[in-house]
Every structure is written in C-alpha cells, then in structure tokens.
C-alpha cells in the first residue's frame, strides 16, 4: 500500500459521513455537517506551515465539494419524499404507490400470534407518480418501506417476487427509520420484455433451490441457500438469533465475499485451462454480473460488485489497481448516486468490513508476527488478523442495533471460514446443474449442507459459553465506549516496542481480568429495564422495577429460582444491588433454593411468604416477614403491588383437596401467592406461581379483571385453566421453565392456549434473560443465554 492508494479515501469518507447524516438526519444537517468540514479544512489551510500538505488538503476538499454538489440534491429528493410519508400518516391518508420488491413475501417471523397473520416483504418505493389522499403527487426519491398485508391483500402480496413491480394502495405508520405500508389492495406489476424474461428466469432458478433442499433440515437449507444466493427463507428466528450473537450473521447476506469465491471459481479453472487474460477477465466479469442479478440488490452485494468493476477493467487493461482506492471509488459514487443504500446498514458494515481488511489487517499481521518473536507465520497471523479487524470495524455499528458483543465472535469467525467457501462454491454448482440434472444437484445441496450443520454447530455452541452476550450501553455512549477502548488498542499495537506500553497493557489486563473487576467496568444491559424474567433453569425469578421517570427505583424479587449461582449471575447481569421485597410465591426449592444469594447490600428489606407454616422454614432468615394473604399490599411510587391469592391456609388445603391429577402432593402450590403488579403508565401484570387448575378456577371467580402480562402458572404445565386466562387477556406472556426439563414443560397445550389469545410468548429457555425496557415495554430484549 502506498500513499497514492490513500488519495481517495479521506474526500470519500466525507462525502459518505455526509450521506449518512442526511439520510438520517436531514438534508439542512448534512448542509451543516460540509459547512463545519470546509470551515476546518479552511482553518488548516491558514494555520498550515508547508504549501505540500496545503495544497493537499485543498485537493480533498474539492472532492468533498464535487461530490456535494450531486448529494445535496439527492439528500432534498429525499427529504420531499419523507415528507409526503409523514404527511400521510400525520392525516391518516390512503396512499397509492409502486414498489419494487427487495426480497419476496414471508409470514412475519416473530411478535403476537395475531401478529403473524398474513404477510410482509421489504421493497423500496418507485420514484414517479403516487397519490397521497386525493391529491396526485409526484415522489421524487426511493424510499425502503416494510410492505405488510392481511386478508385477501395477503394472497396478492405472496404472488409478488424479489425484484417485481407491484401498485399499492394502503395506510402509512413511520416509526423512527422504518416505514410500514399497511397494504389494503395490492396489484402485481407483470413487466414485459427482457427485464420480464430475466425475472421469470431468476425466480425460477430460486424455487428449483429450494425445491432441492427440501429434503434438508429447515435451518440448515436456508443456511446454504442464504450462503450461496441470500435467500434464508425457513430458518427459525432463534437461529437467526443465534448466529447474530455468534457475529456470523454476514454468511446469510450475499457479499464480498462471495464475489471473491465467485470469481475465484471461475478464474482458477480458466487459468489452468490456459485461457488467455483478457478472455479469462471478461468471462470473470460475465458470471459475476449474472451473480449479482440472481443474488439481487442487496447492498453488501452492491458495494461488492461495483468495487470489482475498476479491479477487473484495471487488470484487463494491464495496470495495477488498488482495492483501497476502488473502495473509496465506490463509496462515493453510492453516496452521491442513492444514498439511502449507502445509509444502509449492510452498505455500513460491508464497507467498514472491507476497508478494516485493507487498511488494518497487513499491520496487524505484522505486529503478531512480532509479538510471537516470529514463531507465528505471515499467513497463520493473517488469519487471525482479518476476522479481528473486520469485527472490531463493524462492532460500533452492531452496538447501535443491540447493545451486546460476543467474547467469541472472532474464534467462531475464523472456525467457520474454512466451511463457508466449499459450501458456497458446492451450493453454487448445485444451481448450475440443477437446471439440467435435479437429481445431481440435491445431491450437491446435501453435501453443502454438511458444512452449513457444522456452521450451525460451532454457532450454538459459542451460544452457550460464558461471555456470549456482555452488556454495554446503548445508544451513543456505548458506540464512544467501544470506540475508545479500539483506539486504545490502536495505540498500543502502534506503540508496541516502547516498555512502557508494554508495562501499561500488562496492567490493564490485570485489572480488568482481576475477579470481581466486571462489575465495576462501566458495562449494563442496555435501557432501564421495568421487568426481567430471569433465565434460571426449571425455576421462576422474576424481578420488577418502577419506570425511571416516576423516582429512584426499588426493586421487587418474586421468587429466587432452585440454584443461588443462576440468580446471582442474573443479579449480577442485571446490576441489581439491592432488593426491597422478596415475595417467596410458595415453598417449593423451584421457587425458594436461590435464596442464599441474597446476602449483604441483596440481603431483602422485607419478605412475603404463603401463609403455610412450612412456608417459613424456606424464606430468608433475619429478615422482616409478612405471610401475605388476599389484599395485603406494597407501594412505591411508580409500581404497586396487590395480593389477589390465597385469602388463607385454609383456601390452599381446599383447593388442593380438589385438584385432579394437578398437583403434587400437598398444598404448596395452591398456595402459591398471585400478585399484582400495577406500573404507573397503567401497565397491568399478574403472576399465577405455581397455582393449580381448581385455584385458578376460584381465582377466576374473583375477577381478577384484564392484565397486559401474565407470569404463567407452573412453567406452562398441561394443568390450565383457561376461563381463567381468557379473562386476563394478556398481550404478554412469561414462561420462566429449564431447558430440556423432564417435564415436558411447556406443553403444546399450555402453549396452544396463550396462542390463541395472541399472547406473544417469553421462555427463558428460548429466550433467556429476558427484560422489558422502560422507553418501549412492547420490545423485550434477551440479555442472558438460555438454561
């Protein structure tokens, strides 16, 4: 790399941080934005002592203002179009568009059972004539919109296909970035011609692909379709889940690297045919191009393939290129031509990715090469160096999207490597020759998909390990974090043959690594949190908070789950220090066997327990203790809480009496205390313990009246009562129960009932540690593994 390869790369980033700020904040701050970056290169300019380094910050500042001159137009398109939008929705007006499709219609893949009804696609909105209520507009620039259809619409909406023209008619909502069309009517648009051949072919190659995986597992035919073409249609949202956590959720989003596969595919064999260079390169650039059709326009696909255009037109005309400058080439015509793609997150992170490759990984290598006194080879340290640096890069921006990094990104990244490209490439061949031979190919998909289950497998593994889901603030504070903490590194890998780096690194770690440092890093779970669903195994803990906005918090604990190490560790993820009540629900050890982490500064101001008299010989000693009965209550402003069961001993034994084939044993569980829990915005949970049917039946004929989130009784045991559960109505269901348990829990029927009142479901051995933030209670996030 020389310093004519870095000329590009300044004046580009500039124009692209332009982009981005007026994409996402409007087109008057991107104005801003080049007024302050002309004022400071003019500053330099002045205060400057040499005419070299004068003239060329002049030079980059010429770029800057070419490149503005096309994107400051393009940032006001945009900004017109986003305001027809918001006047839509604002006035609750009909609109009338065209779309292109960016992938085809699915079900939703996750929310409220009536939620999942009907169907959604992404698309981006066609630049031309649209009706906005009555009037007749005229959209200036794209827009990514969220299409979603139910009913008849819904039937409509599946026919269109990834890269198809369909005319909408529909209802708008804007939440922050993302626009939603909620679509009444939807017409595809048939195109004729060429462009309607070429779709007819590539969507027809696409269901050959998957008619020959599906014979395969659903996760692992979507796995190698998404590695081969993009198309991830089947795989369960917890794997998906899973994969982001692991940081490889890349290898299901066409990119660099497949291009790179691509034409090494094509390139090798024609070299050892002896296939002349030019020829070679034109064949080369030939299935790239119809890669890039099939694969779609996926962003990552975008920024991949139009930096291969100068690579290969340099290397046809004989002369060196330099991926660097093809890279800040790239990133500027984007940024000036569509830069809401080159806003996008996949446009960010293939980017980013690349250009930390480019720029940071030689030197990485070399610093590990040093440090290991040379024992580690150049290609040994370029493995470990390009996955380091390319997550490292992309880490900002995955902490805007969820406020959590992986101990174990980089290893799963470099143990993977070796599976993705023969899986690619075997994938690849399948779709070739399954247009000819059907048999042969899902013979091939079969192989491929080898390497897919292995994938799967290293990805749920590092899942399962300690330090798969560290918490880091949200937001801006969390991007500043990691940034510093990178240009630490930065230094330090710099400034490696100084002692006193040395020194000052080696100190560091121990500090860090020293036992107990963890929790006084600056690390959290994200947003203030209202409730947490502790993942405990086959146990309940469940904690709750008022919202921030109503005071200093207090925290109430019900239940402590069977192991103290389980609810500590929660604890200790979820800062909690102290804890003002602790309701034990029923003496059962499911329930009470955690309590020995509740010590010191945890140690519970006051105790709830059953009014059983064994219930006393499982709460925690030395601490004030109320046997809570019907309408014993607790307050604090922000969050009150109410006993609604049992109203005595006496109710549990009768109850228990009564059960058939329910219970297990004795009364504990009948006695089980269910509480209610009422927030200050009118946020309404009960919690049923372990209750049995026959309890809940005399529950029910309390009227405990509608709640918004139901603790579900006894891990989702087959033994509901479902009147019961009909009258809450829940929006929100929890189901705090062990993974592989012998119980079977939850059960179908269980679960086939909260369903059917569209309740979304929580399990903390799908979802792990589960929390409700104070700023959107309606988006639980996981942030503790599955147990």
């Known amino acids: 790399m020389t310093q004519a390869d870095l000329r590009l790369l300044p004046g580009a980033t500039c124009v692209w941080a332009l982009a981005v700020l007026g994409i996402t904040a409007g087109a008057a701050a991107a104005v801003a934005g080049a007024a302050v970056l002309v004022a400071l290169a003019l500053t330099a300019v002045t205060l400057t002592g040499s005419p070299r380094t004068a003239r060329s910050i002049v030079a980059h500042l010429g ?29 609750g007006l009909i609109v009338e568009l065209t779309v292109v499709a960016t992938a085809d219609p699915a079900p939703p893949g996750g929310g409220p059972s009536w939620a999942l009804e009907g169907q959604q696609m992404t698309a981006r909105t066609v630049r031309g004539p649209a009706r906005v209520g009555r009037n007749a507009v005229v959209l200036p620039a794209s827009l990514p919109v969220l299409v979603r259809a139910a009913g008849e619409s819904a039937h409509d909406l599946a026919r269109v296909r990834d890269g198809d023209l369909a005319h909408l008619r529909g209802r708008v909502a804007v939440s922050g970035s993302l626009v939603i069309l909620r679509a009444s009517e939807v017409r595809p648009v048939a195109q004729a011609g060429l462009s309607g051949a070429a779709l007819s072919v590539r969507h027809s190659l696409r269901r050959q692909a998957r008619q020959a995986t599906s014979h ?36 299901v989003a066409v990119s660099g690297a497949n291009i790179a596969l691509v034409l090494a595919a094509v390139l090798g064999p024609l070299l050892l045919c002896g296939v002349r260079r030019r020829p070679r390169l034109l064949v080369a650039g030939s299935v790239v191009a119809g890669y890039v059709w099939l694969v779609g326009d996926e962003p990552s696909v975008q920024r991949a393939a139009t930096m291969a255009v100068p690579l290969l037109a340099a290397r046809f005309a004989g002369v060196r290129a330099s ?3 093809a890279l800040a080439l790239t990133v500027a015509l984007w940024s000036v031509l569509d830069p809401v793609t080159a806003a996008s997150i996949g446009f960010l992170l293939s980017a980013l990715a690349t250009a930390a490759i480019l720029l940071a990984a030689p030197r990485l290598a070399t610093a590990l090469e040093e440090l290991s006194s040379n024992r580690l080879g150049r290609t040994a340290a370029l493995v470990l160096a390009v996955p380091l640096v390319a997550q490292l890069a992309c880490t900002p921006v995955l902490i805007l999207l969820t406020p959590e990094v992986s101990a174990w990104s980089v290893p799963v990244n470099m143990l993977v490597g070796p599976l993705v490209g023969p899986s690619t490439v075997i994938g690849l061949l399948a779709l070739v020759i399954g247009t000819a031979w059907p048999a042969a190919a899902a013979l091939l998909w079969t192989l491929a998909a080898g390497g897919a289950h292995l994938v799967l497998l290293i990805a749920r593994a590092a899942d399962a390990l300690p330090g798969s889901r560290i918490p880091v603030p949200a937001g801006v504070t969390g991007v500043l974090l990691v940034l510093a903490v990178l240009l630490a590194a930065a230094i330090a890998v710099a400034a490696r043959r100084l002692p006193l780096t040395r020194w000052a690194v080696a100190a560091l770690l121990v500090a860090v690594l020293a036992p107990g440092a963890g929790r006084l890093l600056p690390l959290s779970t994200g947003p203030e949190w209202t409730l947490a669903l502790c993942a405990v195994g086959q146990g309940d803990a469940l904690l709750l908070r008022p919202h921030p906005d109503d005071g200093p918090g207090s925290t109430v604990l019900i239940d402590t789950g069977p192991d103290p190490a389980m609810l500590r560790s929660c604890l200790d993820r979820l800062q909690v220090r102290e804890i003002d009540l602790l309701v034990l629900t029923h003496p059962h050890q499911d329930h009470t066997g955690g309590r020995a982490a509740l010590t010191g500064r945890r140690t519970p101001q006051r105790q709830w327990i059953c009014p059983l008299p064994e219930a006393a010989s499982e709460s925690v000693t030395r601490v004030p203790t109320t046997v809570a009965t019907t309408g014993e209550t607790w307050q604090h402003p922000g969050l009150a809480l109410r006993v609604l069961w049992p109203g005595s001993a006496e109710d549990a034994r009768r109850a228990a009496a009564a059960e058939h084939g329910g219970g297990e044993g004795d009364a504990a569980n009948d006695c089980s205390i269910v509480l209610e829990a009422l927030w200050g915005d009118g946020t309404r949970l009960v919690s049923l313990g372990d209750l049995e049917p026959t309890a809940q039946q005399e529950l029910a004929a309390l009227r405990p009246g509608p709640a918004d989130i139901v603790k579900v009784a006894h891990h989702g045991s087959r033994f509901q009562h479902a009147p019961l559960y009909r009258q809450l109505g829940p929006a929100l269901a929890l189901v705090p129960v062990g993974r592989e348990n012998d119980f079977g829990h939850p059960t179908e029927e269980a679960l086939g009932l909260l369903h059917t009142l569209g309740a979304q479901v929580l399990r903390t051995d799908v979802h792990g540690t589960v929390v409700l933030p104070a700023g959107d209670a309606a988006a639980p996030r996981s942030v503790g593994r599955a147990r």
């Open 63 to 91: 770029i800057v203002v070419l490149a503005g001159a096309l994107l400051f137009p393009a940032l006001q398109r945009h900004d017109s179009t986003a305001a027809a939008v918001e006047l839509a929705e604002q006035e």
């Open 216 to 251: 395969l597992p659903s996760d692992e035919a979507a796995l190698v379709r998404g590695m081969t073409l993009g198309d991830t249609r089947g795989m369960g949202e917890q794997t998906e889940e899973i994969m982001r956590r692991a940081g490889i959720s890349h290898l």
């Open 323 to 325: 991926p660097i400058a």
